[in-house]
């Protein structure tokens, strides 16, 4: 399949502190990327959706001055965390859309375990 | 209602027994469907992938599909301990977004 790079794999920072993440397609070009956030136990919710060249589409009550997604070229998006805190904390992960052969699928990168102390 | 059900579980089973995950939904517009593996930690890995009804295997895996009662399922046999881990259910439309289950997490017993 499909290989999707998310950097880093994990973060520890200081509250009030900016976090970057970020998401590399590295055998495809993906023109929309996704960004998810999982607490434990529970399933991937749908932050973003972040499209090459334009502006992100946020989920609602996904704060888009704090999640700040650029999505500049066809292999990469970064999310960062703006001014993090505690709350922030939890497991991101990225995806990217992939076509190939007429189906359309989503592969994942590896996520990011935030931690904000 | 949630766009898509799924028994969080926990699931044990034994070595060797034959696993048969569920997800039922209620979009009647969703037409792929996908199922994927998540090891503790770490992002989903698709493992199948199918578009409307009809039955798909691959190797130990079969994924059903019933859209007439907007049911799909997966099956693993000859499970392993390697197979442990968290299998989410996923499907959209023609758009982008995939709607996931919450995930069942599974344990094979040595």
């Known amino acids: 399949g499909a290989v999707v790079s998310q950097h880093p794999s994990r973060v520890i920072c200081k509250s009030g502190t900016s976090v970057k993440i970020e998401c590399r397609s590295l055998d495809f070009q993906a023109t929309t990327m996704f960004w998810y956030r999982q607490f434990p136990k529970q399933s991937l919710m749908l932050m973003a959706t972040?499209?090459?060249?334009?502006?992100?589409?946020?989920e609602q009550g996904v704060e888009k001055d704090k999640f700040l997604i650029n999505h500049a070229s066809l292999t990469l998006s970064t999310l960062t965390v703006t001014s993090a805190h505690p709350e922030d904390s939890s497991f991101y992960i990225c995806?990217?859309?992939?076509?190939?052969?007429?189906?359309?699928?989503?592969?994942f990168g590896s996520g990011t375990q935030l931690s904000v102390l | 209602q949630k766009e898509v059900e799924q028994d969080p579980g926990p699931l044990s089973v034994p070595e060797g027994a034959i696993v048969s995950l569920n997800c039922t939904y209620s979009?009647?517009?969703?037409?792929?469907f996908m199922w994927y593996r998540q090891y503790s930690r770490k992002g989903p890995e698709l493992l199948m992938y199918t578009y409307s009804s009809g039955n798909k295997e691959d190797g130990r895996f079969t994924a059903q599909v019933d859209k007439s009662s907007k049911y799909i399922s997966l099956f693993i046999r000859d499970s392993q301990p390697s197979d442990s881990a968290t299998y989410l259910c996923?499907?959209?439309?023609?758009?982008?977004?995939?709607?996931f289950g919450t995930g069942t997490r599974l344990t094979v017993i040595p």
């Open positions: 972040s499209n090459e060249g334009s502006k992100a589409t946020y």
């Open positions: 995806s990217a859309d992939h076509r190939g052969n007429g189906n359309e699928k989503l592969f």
């Open positions: 979009n009647s517009a969703f037409q792929y």
């Open positions: 996923a499907m959209k439309t023609g758009a982008n977004n995939l709607f």
